[in-house]
């Protein structure tokens, strides 16, 4: 399609704050030019009416591990590129690319294959790369669940300086308790980061201390995290608070859900979204390679060196130890937290875009349909299944 070519979509519009019932959203040059009520313009040259379906923005992820058969980790950009391609026909159109935990080299080699990915980025290429989510390897060494212990150390300025000067780093985890954590925070924090506490087992006065320092943010909430009980366990008496506290009291504290309707039940889905609200709760697949793909074992991380896990074809779990991160996409998220809580559907869409977009530090050009942004624009049937998928106005699926 010619960068000249005006592509009107029509259809029910979903907008962050609402949905027009019957609405129209115009794409020229890759960007949203228009977005009104009633039908397209007569500047459009094709219309594309999504009838009594909807009109959404694209899927925005900042904590995925692979897809389609490819883990990150794997390291090369022909894994990079097939996870992508399999989150983009689900609807996801950016995403940020997520390390576990692992050797510096593979960390670096990870980081690499994903640099080369965005800057020769083409239509075909599968969802593109906002940027990398820092996340392993500086988890709590009783909190890492289903990634390697092996890979897992504490945050030294020698090696993360490294993976930060790559530029394409937007989001990065450590744990709060760790030795060097807070210089860790600063120093994301100088880069711009989204700064998160993952894999750990923090008590309040840990995490006030990163708050100073910048985090803003907890990985899948009530998953690889502190409780009081388990602060109890580490520190004793008196109990005190822990992740789960500071981040409900915190209003500037953003956190993310896994709903694939495996890992959390429909009353916490909604405590969540009922305590954080839409603007600070963000759906997240934390997808492993085992998305796309039949049951069967297969290694999270490194396709090497990453450690085993099973899928049933709806959940990655260790046999006698515990889930293994989700094998869904951001659809299935979305019709399962329409579902399973009383959220209105502009609010799970924004959960799925805008609030993770704006998180992240990319809302500027992704995550809702709005006039000047990158039309990356979903074609979604009644039942929120994704029928067609434009990035910056080609047709990719
Ligand atoms: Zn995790
Ligand atoms: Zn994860």
């Not at 945050?155 to 993360?160: A, G, H, I, Q, S």
């Not at 060196?305 to 515990?322: A, I």
């Not at 990356?376 to 910056?392: G, S, Y």
């Amino acid at each position: 399609m010619s960068t000249k070519t005006r592509i009107a979509f029509t259809g029910r519009v979903i907008l962050p704050e609402k949905i027009l019932e019957q609405g129209a959203v115009e794409c020229e040059g890759g960007r949203i030019v228009r977005v009104a009520k009633g039908r397209a313009s007569k500047l459009a040259n094709v219309v594309i009416d999504a009838g009594d379906g909807f009109l959404s923005p694209g899927f925005v992820d900042i904590h995925v591990h692979g897809a389609g058969g490819a883990d990150y980790m794997d390291g090369t950009p022909a894994a990079v590129r097939q996870a992508n391609h399999a989150h983009l026909r689900r609807g996801t159109t950016s995403l940020f690319p997520t390390t576990t935990t692992g050797s510096p080299e593979e960390i670096s080699r990870m980081i690499a294959a994903c640099s080369e990915v965005a800057k020769k980025w083409k239509p075909g290429d599968g969802a593109q790369i906002a940027g990398v989510h820092l996340y392993g390897p500086y988890f709590a060494a009783g909190k890492v669940g289903c990634h390697s212990v092996d890979g897992r150390r504490e945050p030294t300025p020698n090696e993360y300086d490294r993976y930060f000067s790559s530029g394409i780093v937007r989001i990065a985890t450590c744990a709060a308790e760790l030795p060097g954590a807070v210089e860790f925070y600063r120093a994301a924090r100088r880069r711009r980061c989204l700064i998160t506490c993952g894999h750990s087992d923090a008590s309040w006065p840990e995490m006030a201390q990163a708050y100073d320092a910048g985090m803003r943010h907890v990985d899948h909430f009530w998953c690889a995290m502190s409780s009081v009980a388990s602060v109890r366990a580490r520190l004793g008496t008196p109990m005190r608070g822990s992740m789960e506290q500071f981040v409900l009291a915190h209003d500037e504290m953003s956190t993310e859900v896994i709903a694939d309707g495996m890992h959390l039940a429909p009353e916490l889905l909604t405590f969540a979204w009922k305590m954080k609200g839409p603007n600070r709760l963000c759906l997240v697949t934390d997808a492993n390679r085992a998305l796309g793909m039949p049951p069967g074992r297969y290694r999270f991380g490194p396709s090497d060196t990453g450690s085993w896990f099973e899928s049933d074809g709806n959940v990655g779990f260790v046999p006698g130890s515990g889930l293994a991160s989700s094998v869904v996409a951001l659809d299935s998220m979305v019709r399962n937290m329409k579902r399973d809580t009383p959220a209105p559907l502009e609010q799970v869409i924004r959960m799925a875009s805008l609030t993770p977009a704006e998180r992240a530090g990319v809302a500027r050009s992704v995550g809702s349909l709005e006039v000047g942004k990158r039309a990356d624009v979903l074609i979604l049937d009644a039942n929120l299944h994704v029928k067609r998928v434009f990035v910056r106005g080609f047709s990719v699926f």
